[in-house]
């Protein structure tokens, strides 16, 4: 029986270990084409050697989400190798913990770039491409922690707070447009 993901274009960030490499895998078996995404090569390639077969095509492409013109390049390498995109899993984060009171601000900085506008962007970017072919689906991976604080987690509940508000009203913004 044929799998709905079968023949779709699929960009997974933070593809190279994790919760990233899990779903890569899943939509691989599922007969997907892939874009791996994040900072390390090695583990990119080393996740696309693994689960490559005969009739797929994966792309890997080293970027560090957190960098404007490397979303960029990213997303002009979709658009040369594959014309557009089915399915964007904005995975790629990190976690942080440290009191509220104590914690640093540019460490707070850079887990908001990395949790909340990395997901935007790369979602600003997609949205073009899946309205062109009439529809696609955004996944954000977030955590429970952005719906309920955790002592000593508070930048990063805030964070996916954040990631999840965006997700809920992106839903509501993109219904009757094929994207989901």
């Not at 892939?34 to 970027?63: G, M, N």
């Not at 002009?76 to 995109?85: P, R, V, Y």
């Not at 601000?105 to 062109?132: G, H, S, T, V």
Request: with cysteine; charged share 20%; net charge neutral.
């Amino acid at each position: 029986m044929p799998s709905d993901w079968a023949g779709k274009t699929v960009l997974v960030t933070g593809a190279s270990r994790g919760i990233g490499k899990a779903c890569a895998v899943l939509f691989a078996e599922q007969g997907a084409d892939l874009i791996l995404a994040s900072r390390s090569k090695a583990d990119l390639e080393s996740t696309a050697t693994s689960i490559a077969k005969e009739d797929q095509k994966v792309l890997v492409v080293p970027t560090d989400v957190t960098e404007p013109a490397q979303v960029n390049h990213l997303f002009q390498k979709i658009n040369e190798e594959f014309g557009g995109l089915d399915v964007l899993v904005n995975n790629a984060g990190r976690s942080m913990s440290g009191s509220v009171e104590e914690i640093d601000l540019e460490k707070i900085e850079f887990l908001f770039r990395l949790n909340f506008l990395a997901p935007l962007r790369c979602i600003q970017q997609a949205i073009p491409l899946m309205r062109e072919q009439g529809g696609g689906h955004i996944i954000n991976v977030s955590s429970i922690a952005g719906k309920r604080g955790v002592p000593f987690y508070g930048s990063y509940c805030a964070s996916k707070a954040a990631l999840n508000g965006l997700t809920e009203s992106l839903r509501v913004e993109l219904k009757n447009t094929g994207i989901k």
